[in-house]
């Protein structure tokens, strides 16, 4: 059977829906389908006490089973070991608010699962078989724009847990970095244009109005250049929509993006044109 399901990189689905196009059962973390030979991955960040993470291209997946050790050979951990031999397909979802199933592509084992000590449902070190899986059939890496609302979403993940559930989570975590393979759109800004606003701007930051906080090697004060309308909401690379920013209003503007912080460089920016 050659199933391909009627699914798209990043979208977000429900629960029902999954179970509507697999033909799955509603419920666990692994998912097997007989009528469709598909295997549904979900990693639940929500609520899962499993420590999933990419690492790389490579998302390394816990296995089934909540308390006690893990078997290799236990449902559906036996059916993801053997699924190249099998032929069944394995799709991967995250999970990083409540009944919202982010379709990640279809995977593949990249390599020998392996073991690993995690904490069980009752708190109790065990050992957990993980599943080094690799995207398929040549499925891009997550955009960019995708890899922020993730990285946002697990931000107010951490801030919605308690202290002693964070207390879990932190201590359960690998000693490994995590990281992702993501598709970002490099913009090429122009030399002279930042130089000419870094010049104009005659050592202040263009938006609190203090002093650079310090001077690079060649004795040149510290400001970085911002669009005051963003490259990737379609501004232009021009000296009317660059200005010169201390780090710390820089970081301001793309974190808080206030408006009446644009609307003073826009009056600025208006000013120099006159």
């Known amino acids: 059977m050659n199933f391909k399901p009627r699914v798209s990189l990043g979208e977000t689905y429900s629960n029902k829906d999954i179970c509507d196009m697999f033909l799955c059962s ?31 291209d490579v998302f390394h997946y816990t296995g089934m ?5 893990q078997d290799l050979h236990f449902m559906q951990n036996k059916t993801l070991y053997e699924s ?3 032929g069944i397909k394995a799709f991967l979802f ?20 392996y073991q690993e000590p995690q904490s069980d449902i009752n708190g109790e070190k065990r050992k957990v078989w ?32 308690s202290k002693e559930e964070l207390n879990r989570r ?25 130089e000419f606003t870094k010049r104009r701007a005659n050592g202040f930051c263009e938006l609190c109005g203090r002093l650079a906080p310090f001077k690079n090697k060649d004795g040149s004060p510290f400001l970085e250049i911002h669009h005051i309308k963003w490259l990737s909401r379609r501004g232009k690379d021009t000296i009317e929509n660059t200005v010169a920013l201390c780090p710390n209003c820089h970081r301001k503007m793309h974190i808080l993006d206030l408006e009446m912080d644009r609307q003073k460089l826009l009056d600025k920016a208006e000013k120099r044109s006159r």
């Open 94 to 113: 995250e999970v990083f608010e409540p009944q919202e199933y982010t379709f990640q592509g279809e995977v593949r084992l990249a390599g020998e699962p």
């Open 26 to 56: 509603p419920q666990g973390g692994m998912r097997k389908s007989n009528s469709t030979n598909s295997l549904v991955l979900i990693s639940d960040h929500t609520k899962s006490l499993y420590n999933d993470r990419w690492i790389g």
């Open 65 to 69: 089973g909540q308390e006690g050790d």
């Open 170 to 194: 932190a201590k359960n975590s690998s000693e490994m970095p995590r990281s992702v393979a993501v598709e970002k759109e490099q913009y090429i800004r122009d030399p002279y244009v930042a």
């Open 130 to 161: 993980i599943f080094p899986l690799k995207l398929v059939n040549g499925d891009k890496p997550i955009t960019y724009e995708q890899f922020e609302t993730m990285n946002k979403k697990r931000t107010i993940l951490g801030k919605n847990l």
């Open 84 to 86: 190249p031999s099998s």
